[in-house]
């Protein structure tokens, strides 16, 4: 038995008459929805969706905290970065502008060139040249003549350069980069700030440590009260049941409380590098007079 169709195109055939309006509607009304379906089924015909434990949701939570800390240090590492290049960039201005006031205060100085007197030689061939006849040369007489032109050099002096100039000059050099580092930063303290801090802890109470651009620090040294003080905060913290972190907490504190420029607090401690915190308090300290002994024999001499 066979079926006839009617090809409509080369991929559709149609087999017997077209559907009518009529026998369209009447399958539209027998025929159920997919909603209906779907409805019609049992519940043992559907996956259940998995449920997240209390741990696994604790664990989502803490991720998402992590990953929100890690995306605020790259960010706080960035605008570090992008201050450190600003900051270098207008200190390179401001030695450049140093620079041109410079050049123009030195006074242009005029190289005197002195005339050379025409050697022998040439006086012999400007004199051979305008005679008509040239005289056989003696050249016994012109290497003695020669010999009497010769003038023995004159070695100078030797200038005595002071001692002391010398071994000032790293200190100097050292001392104005060192200030031209403050002066590239933002917001440098101003003279009378300094002079105000001078006068609150004395004429030499106020010292200044770069490590680089961007980390310029000033700070003042301790003063045996102020020692004190802080030995009896951390006494408070001798319960802790590691030692070193006791010795990192004194750390800190001392640091905190003597660096005047810039305004450092503990959120400071997380992002500033790694060895600047030590290095800070071992200088915070040999300037407040805790030396080694081998230190202190080294500025000690017998009268």
């Not at 009447?26 to 969706?49: C, M, N, V, W, Y």
């Not at 790259?74 to 050049?103: F, G, M, P, T, Y």
């Not at 010769?150 to 100039?165: F, L, Q, R, S």
Request: charged residues 30%; hydrophobic residues 35%.
């Amino acid at each position: 038995m066979g079926f006839e169709g009617k090809q409509l195109n080369p991929n559709v055939v149609m087999f017997g008459e077209p559907v009518n309006e009529k026998a369209l509607r009447a399958l539209e009304g027998k025929s159920p929805t997919a909603d209906q379906i779907i409805r019609s089924l049992p519940p043992t015909a559907f996956i259940p969706a998995p449920t997240l434990s209390e741990r696994e949701v604790k664990e989502m939570e803490v991720a998402s905290k992590k990953e929100q800390d890690q995306k605020a240090v790259v960010s706080a590492i960035e605008q570090r970065k992008e201050r450190i290049k600003k900051k270098k960039e207008l200190a390179l201005k401001k030695r450049q502008a140093r620079q041109v006031q410079k050049n123009i205060a030195k006074p242009e100085q005029i190289n005197n060139i002195p005339v050379k007197e025409p050697i022998l030689v040439q006086k012999i061939i400007d004199a051979h040249t305008k005679d008509e006849e040239l005289a056989p040369m003696n050249l016994e007489e012109e290497l003695k003549a020669l010999e009497s032109e010769v003038k023995p050099k004159k070695t100078p002096a030797p200038i005595p350069v002071p001692e002391a100039d010398v071994e000032a000059q790293p200190q100097t050099d050292l001392k104005s980069q060192i200030l031209e580092l403050l002066e590239g930063e933002d917001n440098p303290p101003s003279s009378e700030k300094i002079e105000s801090w001078k006068a609150t802890y004395g004429k030499n109470g106020i010292h200044v440590m770069a490590f680089g651009g961007g980390d310029v620090y000033i700070y003042h040294h301790l003063t045996r009260g102020e020692w004190k003080k802080i030995k009896e905060v951390m006494n408070r913290m001798k319960d802790s049941e590691n030692a070193d972190e006791v010795e990192e907490k004194l750390k800190e504190k001392v640091v905190l409380y003597c660096v005047l420029w810039p305004s450092i607090d503990e959120h400071w401690l997380d992002y500033c590098k790694a060895g600047i915190l030590d290095s800070l308090y071992q200088m915070i300290l040999l300037n407040s007079g805790f030396l080694t002994p081998q230190q202190a024999m080294l500025l000690t001499t017998q009268l």
